[in-house]
């Protein structure tokens, strides 16, 4: 006999499983795949940065084995449907992320050896850590759509309702992930907080009869809690942490210099430091390119506001502010992104509370934008690697709001990472052309003279708003009343024609690809 109502048809499997609570698992697993992509840039940012280049790759694999999973879970709940492998589903999810710290400290230095090609290696790394975790994650949800069906006729809100509940657990976990987690916790403490999440959903599901589940969220939890109290342990021994913040994985080292001079150092990106600090002269600067900054007493004498964007270590303002390196009454404006960076060298790295110094936590461009002050002196020093151009700082537009902040007899000074010439040197001249275009003069210093105009290095750019012909003659020589520092940077100005490459623009600035030949 049929039922009274063919649209109340029963799915097939419906009513012999009962799940606890589905929607709220399908919210959670969304919610643990996003903060474990949030997390997994941080991971990877080490050996490969943080450039779109890293994210475009972490999006794209993790968008890959969602729908690898999500098209293995539909096709395992059609041939095996039960609650028990949805556990089993999650425990191994769950244990997928609990490995992920281990396979970064065994694999995450060689990624770059065995990739040099960042695109190469940033998919690589993203494979090799995230492709067991979000295909297991993926599964979940059309696997308990498929536990959840109950009738044909409401097929479509069953799915709906789970899919949506999902995605706006991804939205939590974003949100949760981007601006919590990653602020307060290191990348170890939430990948196993994450592994011990799937476990807890798996204990979940199976209504605690799941003694591996329970197993590995007890161990994933001890492990959390164990890598923070060993950090804490270490770090009381008087060892230097690695601080996570909203914008930044620092790593912090010491070592010592070609003299013997210990020096502290901090490193954001792979292979090149951020910032560093003698710790026998905390003021001196230890970075070439920064001591360029001693320019600006004989060049523009008199000047007393100086602008910083780019705090990192705060090496030049701590130069400034020492007795002797500047006048008594100078002002600094220091504009940081990131808090956690003026955490670690307050704390660090010896940076001086002083009522001259004023430190800005905000996006160097947004400042730029909104700011109506100007400045004697306005140090530029936003490119800290070729992993991680932030293009809105050369593009024309920010040219013209840096040439509204300066001084009619002022100058910028930017430090740029490229070559001087060559495919290497795109960066380089497209920045240079913007300056070149708002700017009455543009010098360009070589600060290592000795490496070849086609290869990479620091490049000093000094962009003056007025027509200087009294630097003419300073820059000639023989500079006999100026200190031998002094002179020697002044000998580094380069004095060949610069090939044009079209500016950079705010609506076209394709730095990733002129950055990209510096690393090949």
């Not at 360029?292 to 705060?314: N, S």
């Not at 020093?381 to 024309?396: I, L």
């Not at 920045?431 to 105009?453: M, R, T, Y």
């Amino acid at each position: 006999m049929q039922n009274r109502d063919e649209r109340k048809r029963r799915a097939p499997g419906g009513g012999r499983t009962h799940l606890p609570l589905p929607e709220f698992t399908a919210f959670a697993a969304g919610a643990v795949i996003m903060v474990l992509e949030m997390t997994g840039a941080r991971i990877m940012a080490p050996h490969v940065g943080t450039s779109i280049i890293v994210w475009t790759s972490l999006i794209g694999v993790m968008l890959a084995f969602l729908a690898l999973g999500t098209m293995l879970g539909g096709r395992m709940a059609d041939k095996k449907l039960s609650s028990r492998v949805l556990a089993l589903i999650l425990l191994g999810a769950g244990a997928g992320t609990g490995i992920i710290p281990v396979a970064h400290r065994l694999f995450g230095a060689r990624m770059m050896e065995v990739c040099p090609n960042v695109y190469a290696g940033a998919v690589a790394g993203a494979v090799v850590y995230f492709a067991l975790p979000a295909t297991l994650f993926g599964m979940v949800t059309p696997y308990i759509v498929r536990l959840r069906l109950r009738d044909i006729a409401s097929s479509g809100g069953t799915v709906g309702r789970l899919y949506a509940l999902s995605t706006v657990g991804s939205i939590a976990g974003t949100f949760l992930g981007g601006f919590v987690l990653i602020s307060f916790f290191s990348c170890t403490q939430i990948l196993l907080a994450v592994a011990a999440a799937g476990a807890l959903l798996s204990l979940f599901v199976s209504r605690g009869k799941n003694p591996p589940a329970l197993c590995l969220a007890l161990l994933a939890l001890g492990g959390a809690f164990g890598s923070a109290s060993y950090a804490d342990w270490r770090i009381g021994r008087g060892a230097l942490p690695s601080v996570e913040t909203p914008y930044n994985h620092i790593r912090l080292y010491e070592g010592l210099t070609a003299d013997a001079r210990r020096v502290r150092l901090i490193q954001t990106d792979p292979g090149k430091i951020q910032s560093a600090m003698y710790l026998d002269d905390p003021t001196a600067l230890y970075c070439e390119y920064t001591r360029y900054i001693a320019l600006a007493g004989p060049l523009f004498p008199g000047f007393r506001r100086v602008l910083v964007l780019g705090g990192g270590g705060y090496s030049i303002p701590r130069w400034l502010l020492a007795k002797g390196n500047a006048p008594e009454d100078l002002e600094v404006d220091v504009v940081e992104l990131d808090p956690g960076m003026t955490r670690v060298t307050r704390d660090y790295f010896s940076l001086p509370d002083s009522p001259r110094l004023r430190v800005h936590h905000e996006d160097a461009r947004r400042f730029l934008n909104r700011n109506a002050a100007v400045w004697d002196i306005i140090f530029v020093d936003v490119f800290n690697s070729w992993y991680s151009v932030p293009f809105q700082m050369g593009t024309g537009e920010a040219a013209l709001a840096l040439r509204r902040a300066t001084a009619p007899r002022g100058a910028v000074m930017m430090n740029v990472i490229s070559a001087f010439s060559g495919e290497k040197g795109a960066l380089f001249q497209a920045i240079h052309a913007n300056l070149k275009n708002v700017f009455a003069e543009v010098h360009v210093f070589a600060v290592d003279p000795q490496s070849g105009p086609d290869e990479a290095q620091n490049l000093l750019l000094l962009a003056l708003p007025e027509k200087r012909p009294d630097l003419a003659e300073i820059f000639a020589g023989p500079h006999a009343a100026l200190p031998d520092a002094v002179r020697r940077m002044l000998r580094t100005r380069i004095t060949r024609p610069i090939a044009g490459v079209a500016a950079l623009s705010d609506d076209f600035a394709p730095v990733e690809r002129y950055a990209q030949k510096l690393l090949d």
